[in-house]
């Protein structure tokens, strides 16, 4: 096991220093800036405690850099890492490619068999499971339920875009600077095109016909993007087009969105007081259809994996089966109360009644976690699976670009058509430099 000693360190060390009687393990972890990561640094005493020889080093950053360097470290064998925060678009892909340690470490008590089926088939390879869910999502709607009323609406269940578009309208009031829908604009195949992609899906729209054809121009693609960019042009709120994950959470929880459709994990954090102006006023209803069978709901998880190659995997391994335990989930409750857990990973979760009382939003994250079908996305046909993105190694740099041209329509720097037609070039010009068609 490799002994890292920088920066434990005091300025006079010299080289005949005495080593402690353990051996001291630092492990550098990458995660993202979401909330429960967050919670999980403040919350690691308990961990470490228990590992008096295992050292946290964490690196935590917005999810797109995340991504591009957690992406780059890891083809590069650069070996920044000892821990990698990844989700279900990467860890079956890079299972197969051999860049991660299967998680067959995680101890007697782990029970992976808890794990919901849908998120634990997500992170998994050949049978095997290469990264750990920390939180499982999907997408739903959340909305205020006193502007719902003040409007003269009744929120369905399970709502069509044509209901959406027009409560947004009733709902917006921008002189007090209150905006009827806040969607994700910032660009990035995880950001705006997580959304878009789920909510094409739901309008009858694929990224690839079943030869791997772009399909931008297609007409049920040009319906979506109408459909968004004049539904945000009227009714979203200045600036739309930087807003991603975070920064729309800030606004509905500030009481600036009457709705805003995004993954289910934030349901804990808008209704939770001490995080959230409008706490006691959300509501909750599954993404929107329209009439095709499809809803705009999508299936992820944001999950805690081992690079391979790694000389710390034990610690490593360690630290993950501690993190993504049914004991961690008994942790944060103790000291953050039950609708603060990270959501969306364990069936023994949504069977506590001490989390389905405390949690609003327990049964709609499971109805729509467990109704997204990764392998049948879509209403017609296609080569691919995945939900709000397409399971080849190509859809990264693909996403990328596309989510550029989308958040520029959104802008008003391209028209949709422009935007549509860059899409369908770029698109068509990388799967033919990767072999998918000629």
Known sequence: MKVLVKGLLGAGAFAGFALPAYAE???TIGTVNNDNMITMQKLTDDFTKANPDIKL?????????????????????????????????????????GWLVPLDKLGADYDVDDLL??????????????????????????????????????????????FIRQAADKMTDKAAG???????GKPGWGENMAFLSATANSFGARWFDEKWEPQFNSPEWKNTLDFYVSLMKA??????????????????????????????????FVTNPAKSKVADKVGFALAPDAGLGKRGNWLWSWA????????????AEKFIAWATSKHYLDYVAS??????????TRTSLYKNPDYLKA??????????????????????PVPYTGVQFVAIPEFQGIGEDVGQDFSAALAGSMTVDAALAKAQASTEAAMKKAGYIK
């Open 25 to 27: 393990t630092t492990l």
């Open 57 to 97: 080093n964490w690196v935590t950053l917005e999810e797109n850099v995340l991504r591009q360097k957690v992406t780059t470290d890891i083809a590069t064998k650069g070996g920044q890492f000892d821990v990698l925060t990844i989700g279900t678009y990467e860890a079956p892909i890079w299972a197969k490619k």
């Open 178 to 184: 209150v905006y009827g829908i806040c969607l994700r």
């Open 335 to 344: 000291k953050n109360g039950w609708a603060d857990v990270p959501p969306g």
């Open 304 to 315: 805690l994996a081992v690079p391979a190659g790694s000389n710390k995997v034990d610690a």
């Open 359 to 380: 949690a609003p939003f327990a049964q709609m994250t499971l109805d729509s976690i467990n109704s997204a079908d990764p392998t049948h996305p879509t209403v017609k």
């Open 117 to 162: 089926p849908a998120i634990r088939a997500g992170l998994s390879y050949d049978g095997k499971l290469y990264a750990a869910p920390f939180y499982g999502e999907s997408s739903f709607i959340m909305y205020r339920k006193d502007l719902m009323e003040k409007a003269g609406l009744t929120m369905p269940d399970k709502p069509t875009w044509e």
């Open 235 to 268: 009714d979203g709120p200045p600036g739309a087009s930087s807003n991603g994950f975070n920064e729309n959470l800030a606004l509905f929880s500030d009481g600036k969105c009457g709705m805003w459709i995004d993954a289910t994990v934030a349901g804990g």
